[in-house]
């Protein structure tokens, strides 16, 4: 599979904001977000071809807990759900990040989705805009991930009339739980992160949502492998 970065850092965003964990980022995603903050696994996929075995050596190297899959669109990878068991095998706490646009059967504790809405399609002189709206939105794999696992949802949020979509997205699953959705600001730097997540923060409360801190950008800044 092609793998674009390993690395030791903390998980920056959700539930588990703040443990320390493995990333593993494979290459490659069926969607082309404009403010994709990782375009490395995207727009411009790259990588190297490692194998199952390789990556749960390196891993489990670490002596960490806690392993997050994430991409691009990890489920994309069959060999991903290889991957997962193996290393569920091993002890660790898995977390799989994903858009929810792919149903793959594999190993979870935490099934961390971010659905891809309206506010997410490029420019349509990119080539991507129509294909990324049609496969943005797949209310099947959303029900299946969300019945079948433990999971969060971690929505981008770039402007306040964002929210409206976000709570219409959610009147279609009736059965999600308020309590595990998540306002995420769409920044990459840590002035705007801030501006943002002082308007998200009260407008979660309000609908019974949470508040999605972005702490690697708070903490690093944008920079790759953390």
Known sequence: MRIAEVFHSIQGEGRLTGVPSVFIRTSGCNLRCWFCDTPYTSWNPEGEE???????????AFHCGHVVITGGEPMLVKDVAD????LKDAGKHITIETAGTVDLNLPADLMSISPKRANSTPNPDTGWAERHDARRHRPDVINRLTTDYDYQLKFVVDRPDDLDDVAKYLEEFPHLDPARVYLMPQAIDRNPHAEKCAWLGD???????????????ELFGNKRGT
């Open 50 to 60: 490692r194998t199952v075995h390789s990556l749960v050596e390196e891993t489990t």
């Open 83 to 86: 991957l997962a068991a193996r």
């Open 203 to 217: 407008a979660a409360e309000k609908r019974g949502w949470k508040l999605c801190r972005r702490l690697h950008i």
